[in-house]
């Protein structure tokens, strides 16, 4: 059984950082892309970022690329966003997700955590 649990949400000023953790188990982590997703309140989920199995590629939302940064640590079973130069617009439940793809997510990922809540202040 596939388990993600984030970590590292919370609430920060504008122009801010934070990092979430994903903590992630029950089958082999390192196979397989992994991404965030996240919902900002009353907006459906969206894309925010991926990477491959590897580590070796990733993709970004163009609305946080230059600013988000995703890693893994397979050897740990975790991944990372950091994400700096934080808007109020990035306010949202982040989403650890993974399927069972090796390179990229597919639009509708098979497995999600339960999120961990970003608020950023203005």
């Known amino acids: 059984q596939v388990q993600l649990v984030e970590s590292g949400g919370g609430l920060v000023q504008a122009g801010g950082s934070l990092r979430l953790s994903c903590a992630a188990s029950?089958?082999?982590?390192?196979?397989?892309?992994m991404g965030w997703f996240r919902q900002a309140p009353g907006k459906e989920r969206e894309f925010v970022a991926d990477i491959s199995w590897s580590g070796g590629g990733a993709n970004y939302a163009d609305s946080v690329k230059g600013r988000f940064t995703i890693s893994r640590d397979n050897a740990k079973n975790m991944m990372y966003l950091q994400m700096n130069s934080l808007k109020p617009e990035d306010t949202a439940v982040y989403y650890c997700?993974?399927?069972?793809?090796?390179?990229?997510?597919?639009?509708?990922?098979?497995?999600w955590g339960k999120g961990t809540l970003v608020t950023v202040s203005s």
């Open positions: 029950g089958r082999t982590f390192s196979t397989y892309a």
């Open positions: 997700v993974t399927s069972d793809r090796m390179n990229t997510l597919p639009k509708s990922p098979k497995y």
